[in-house]
């Protein structure tokens, strides 16, 4: 028996020894800041800002046609309030709606970058309109923020963008390296008709950028315990988005004589088997190289698990979200309440974590729910795009333009949950990621294709300086 308690006191000591050694050697990744002259932006953007918001510029559904007096006044506007954009840089209309503008660059030997955001917006529910401060399109500027649908997403980075270009201009500035802004019009719904299309247009021409930046990232403000700064999530990849009806036919019957196997019944089984059996947690790419930049500035105790993932490994990745979710979000089936009925229908919504595919989340559907239910795909559907590198000359710049502009932030690299346009872009670009400086809080998080969406003014320049510095830091 001393023996074993020996034994065991000397596991337990090589143990907390090799937790210890793992946490030292987990150290900061952070680049040093270097201080940076702020360009000067006139209040006169809150106004354009607000304009911009009250073109109703909504996607629908994927079957809905654009409303053309919507967006092409939106665009009209456009050339109206950026005239140095509108008169030195080219523009293409792709698709009539989506927007593509080229600033061409004095040395063709480098590769150009890619800035994209997207016109449209999500709709609004009639029954919310009393609970926002005001009109979703109205774009009310308060003494603090800017208010209307897209002020967030995305309206807010394309305007953005376009105020630090058409700054350039003023300035006589022109870059060495082709910078394109690429704007689609459907993203809300999938963007194959926008941002997909202006991927392929520029495919056909050839080009090869060095990196795609586009929404999906943010300021993440007390989202992370322990941590007092802010955390700048680039993220380096996207989940893939997938959605299958499980359909179960019978002969149904009346209700006073039930069969064994009710037809609803069969459905819901099947539902309740694919929550209770989900696909599994995985540390892949980017989740590990989030770990890595994450970990080093937390707080002892939850820094020893991040440096130990090999013990810690389940609670960091549920923590992490990092599996591919399941989520019933449609139920249809029933004409009667004493009918069975001989059809009913459930959609199940997958967002697919890297490595997986479509294919295989079919397959695992099917082999965990009856042979009696037919699954078959619906909708939108994309895979998992390409995870792109931490360790890439775009990323560092990217890296080195947020930390200069805002030196207390910590940058991490991370994997989205939601779906993106730049996953169009991933292959006529070395790289691709997803981040704009909105700063986002537990509040904020559901004004997102939410309720009184808003941006603060403050918020709002930091968009545009950062748009600003890194055009000119990738030259």
Known sequence: MKKLLLSLGFLLLALIAILLINTLRLTSKQVPAEPVEKVAVSDQVFLNLSKAIQFKTISFNEEAVPDSAEFLGFHRFLEATFPLVHSQLTLEKIN?????????????????????????????????????????????????????????????TLMGVLEAVEKLLSENYVPARTIYIASGHDEEVGGPNGAGMIAEHLKKQGVQAAMTLDEGGYFAEGLVPGLSGPVAMINLGEKGFASFRLIVRTNGGHSSAPPKENTIGILAKAIVDLENNQLPYK????????????GPELPFLPRIAFANPWLFKSQLLEGLNAHTTTAPTIIDGGVKNNVIPTVAEATINFRILPGETIESVKAHIESIVSDKVTVETVGFLTNPPAVSRVDSDPYRILEKTIRNLHPETFVVPGLLGGATDSRYFTE???????????????????RFHGIDEKISKENYKEIIQFSYHLIKNFQ
């Open 96 to 156: 009539t709606y989506s927007l593509l503008y080229k600033w061409q660059g004095t040395d063709p030997s480098l590769k150009p970058v890619i800035l994209m955001s997207h016109q449209d917006v999500v709709p609004v529910d009639e029954p919310t309109l009393q609970q926002w401060e005001a009109g979703p399109f109205e774009g009310k500027i308060t003494d603090t923020h800017i208010i209307g649908r897209g002020t967030l997403d995305d309206k807010g």
């Open 283 to 294: 540390l892949v790419p980017p989740i590990d190289a989030q770990l890595e930049y994450l």
């Open 428 to 446: 006529i670009s070395d790289e691709v990621y997803r981040f704009y400086p909105i700063r986002i809080d537990k509040e904020s998080m559901e």
